[in-house]
């Protein structure tokens, strides 16, 4: 990883460290990749878990330090571990990709005056958090355009620098960014992912849809 | 009212009590008058409120009578009042509208394990649930189409044939009936109206956007 703390920043090039590469970190790490960003993928110690082709792999600590922006895209029961995990994180941009999903998916474990976001937001008071890939199936990233229309990437947070860094980058997942408001917003959002959950799963829809937002230009 | 009750049914033709004809009501009773349906506006004892041009006037509880559906669309504050007053609604369809939002525009009062449509139905647990129009902008009721793409009148519902019933007239609002699975989703669709108005009405967008789902054909 030494690699990373010595790799020049060139321009639109930008260091990320995914802790979790499941399905969404997967495919968000491939495409970021093929975007031409330096990705990075959290492993525990002494595993030898398959790589994704052309990311580096390290412990979360050593990979969030070398990075620009670390992701969070595990499931909600391990995500304050995960977070954790990161060390200290002060400055850094962390996008949250979690949804507080019960494990039945009957629900969510929590919302209306508080969300996931937020809650991660109080355990790492220092990082500017960005809500980002909660509202979108893991099919669609890459692969979003319906016509000439993309479905949206909504994202919210407070820090405005961070959400212009963050947008890009939903741009190069094949989404259209959607400046979702301020962080609280993030409670609407992971419930916009509920539904989108249980009309995919547990509706029988399947994951190959997504939200847009129609609107025509101020008159 | 009487002419209500002897009223045939004919055919796609509904009967329509409105309670509650401000923004969102109002819109969709003229929409629905021109769309053939016969519509009556709850007005208070001895009103002499301003009648909708085709619609006819009663107590809630005379129109609510009389009708096969009721709608109910008043700030959720009065809404409990509002639903009581139209007295024993067993059987009948009742289109909730209502978002618990908070008079602050802050949020929501109450989610997550919970909303305003399974509150009114803990209260009128005969009636024949149906969430929906919560989730647009009164100024695109009979205006949603942007390009070739309407947007999406979300519903949900736990009766399949009340839910029938509802969706043509979602159409007949110039939206396309989406539908959004069980009344417990109305927990999403309330967020997603928090974020429609906070996005509207805080972030400075205004109240002329719609979401859609994007879809591709299952292959």
Chains 1, 2 share one sequence.
């Not at 802790?19 to 970190?25: E, I, P, Q, T």
């Not at 030898?48 to 895209?73: C, N, Q, V």
């Not at 959002?189 to 129609?214: H, K, N, Q, S």
Request: proline share 6%; net charge negative.
């Amino acid at each position: 990883l030494c690699d990373l703390s010595v790799e020049e920043y060139t321009g639109s090039m930008t260091r990320i460290a995914m802790v979790g590469a499941g399905n969404v970190g997967g495919a968000l790490a491939r495409l970021w990749i093929k975007a031409g960003h330096e990705v990075s993928v959290a492993v525990r110690e002494g595993s030898s878990s398959k790589p994704i082709p052309g990311a580096s792999t390290g412990l979360a600590k050593d990979i969030a330090a070398g990075a620009e922006i670390i992701l969070l895209a595990v499931p909600w029961p391990a995500a304050k571990e995960a977070l954790s995990s990161c060390g200290n994180i002060s400055g850094k941009i962390l996008v949250d990709c979690t949804n507080p999903v019960l494990p039945t998916l009957e629900g969510l474990e929590f919302g209306t005056t508080t969300s996931a976001a937020e809650e991660l937001q109080q355990l790492a008071p220092q990082a500017r958090m960005v809500k980002a890939f909660n509202t979108i199936g893991t099919p669609l990233l890459g692969n979003a355009t319906f016509g000439s229309l993309q479905a949206d990437g909504y994202y919210c947070g407070d820090d405005g620098e961070a959400n212009s860094v963050v947008a890009p980058l939903i741009a190069d997942a094949g989404l259209r960014p959607f400046d979702a408001g301020p962080l609280r917003n993030a409670r609407y959002l992971e419930a916009m992912a509920m539904l989108w959950i249980d009309l995919a799963f547990r509706g029988g829809r399947g994951p190959t849809f997504g939200f847009r937002v129609l609107e025509r230009p101020a008159s």
